[in-house]
């Protein structure tokens, strides 16, 4: 008997999680989409975010051809991101772009799906402060190359301002990355690996502050490895653009197996 009654209250549970508490009261029933748009919005300005994307949702569902169901969509990426959700922000805003590649707010799209990734910040890192730099790189790349499509796409979107400044921060950011990379090879005496991050932030990102730390390390990874003519080729780039570097100051040494650790002065 003790085992019927708790099979009895497992299946009222288990009925209860499928169609809804019985007391639950739907305040939509019957309403246009119009107000169904009105009460998630008004949810959104309370910042009720969770109560907002349920009204948005049932909107979808049973409007899903209509202009306020596609407003809805972005107003649930959004709801997400305010409440601060990212993956299901982004995973919101990706759904609009592909149901909606020629709508009018699709560059919005866009935006809010890089300022979701871009904002996206690990536990550990908000409990350690961590550096962006000394973050996976894979999540700023991914925020990067949003931007860059929003700003490739739509160059006159009213967003593609702010998603210009993004990308220069975040190509900094992964600039950073790489050097730290790169100083952590050196330390390890892993100078070609070194090398390697060195040349990809030349590649990648030109315009980014670490260019002349970049050359500095690349310096001395050549000369460690004594290929002379490479070390010597970077020295020249690195003295035509960067005359000023520490490198070339009244303070160098004159010993040349000395002046190579000058790029432990960026750290």
């Known amino acids: 008997m003790k085992y019927i009654l708790i099979l009895t209250f497992t299946l009222l549970l288990n009925a209860c999680a499928i169609f809804g508490s019985p007391t639950e009261i739907d305040d939509t029933k019957g309403l246009p989409a119009d107000r169904i748009y009105q009460k998630g919005a008004e949810k959104m300005i309370d910042k009720d975010y969770e109560k907002a994307i349920g009204y948005f949702r049932k909107l979808e569902s049973r409007y899903p051809h209509g202009v306020y169901a596609t407003q809805a969509q972005l107003e649930i990426a959004y709801a997400h991101f305010k409440k601060q959700e990212p993956v299901l922000a982004v995973a919101a805003a990706d759904r609009f772009i592909k149901l909606h590649p020629n709508h009018q707010n699709v560059d919005y799209a866009y935006y809010l799906k890089g300022i979701a990734i871009f904002s996206d910040r690990g536990i550990v890192e908000k409990l350690t402060k961590q550096k962006i730099s000394d973050r996976d790189p894979r999540a700023l790349r991914d925020s990067f190359m949003t931007f860059?499509?929003?700003?490739?796409?739509?160059?006159?979107?009213?967003?593609?301002?702010d998603a210009t400044l993004r990308m220069v921060y975040l190509a900094n950011s992964l600039s950073e990355h790489e050097l730290h990379v790169a100083r952590y090879y050196m330390k390890r005496q892993a100078y070609l690996a070194a090398v390697n991050r060195t040349k990809y932030v030349l590649e990648n990102y030109p315009n980014s502050p670490g260019i002349e730390e970049a050359l500095v390390i690349q310096t001395s990874a050549y000369d460690l490895l004594g290929l002379e003519d490479l070390k010597n080729d970077t020295i020249r780039v690195l003295k035509t653009n960067y005359p000023q570097s520490v490198m070339f100051n009244k303070n160098a040494p004159n010993d040349e197996r000395v002046w190579w650790k000058f790029w432990e002065a960026f750290e």
């Open 148 to 161: 860059k499509d929003l700003v490739t796409r739509y160059p006159k979107s009213r967003y593609a301002k």
